[in-house]
């Protein structure tokens, strides 16, 4: 009878080193993923369009992802390159909004706004509640920019919500949401190694 075959310890150190590597990607892809829901539910929804256009650009390429809509899944960000070279990049993602008039939907550029009118000349009803009604005054003005009284201006995100995001420390929590949940898939795969080889 022959003796059982002993687990490689060099097998187990590249699983190791692989699951390491996995937890670094999944938990940049999670930050990713939260980060865009969180502008999804905190931006402008007046059709739907600019919150449904928000992607992560893998720095580095990556593979699948790139396309989705609110609410965004684990699938809509690309898959990362297990290279050590990508793994020990400090910026793995950019997030960015594909719509050309983003600057102004971030109240980050003044314009002139309108809304959309149907055949009969009716005003669109927005998809999310506004947060504000009234109107506008004259010339240029943010997005979120809107006096109460008559008109039709109608704004469905705070007046500087991309900045309040940003600097009100909300991306720092959705930063640490997304590790969370990607060390958990780090722990479920190291136990898995362990039990196949006990």
Known sequence: MGRKKQ???VNDLKDFSDIVRTAVNESARHCALEIMN????????????FRDSWVAVAKGGGSGGGG???????????????RKKEIVRKTKF??????????????????????????NGNPFPPLKTPVEEGKRGGGL?????IRSGDGEAKS???LDWYTNYVQSGAIERALFKGVKLGFKIWIINLLEVFLKHN
């Open 7 to 9: 687990p490689s310890i």
């Open 38 to 49: 969180d502008l999804g539910k905190q931006g402008p929804a007046y059709t739907g369009i």
């Open 68 to 82: 989705g809509e609110y609410p965004y899944m684990l699938s809509d960000v690309p898959e990362l390159s297990m």
């Open 94 to 119: 950019v997030i960015e909004n594909t719509q050309p008039y983003a600057e102004y939907a971030l109240d980050l550029k003044v314009g002139k706004f309108r809304p959309d009118f149907d055949a």
């Open 141 to 145: 003005t943010f997005r979120g920019q």
């Open 156 to 158: 469905t995100a705070e």
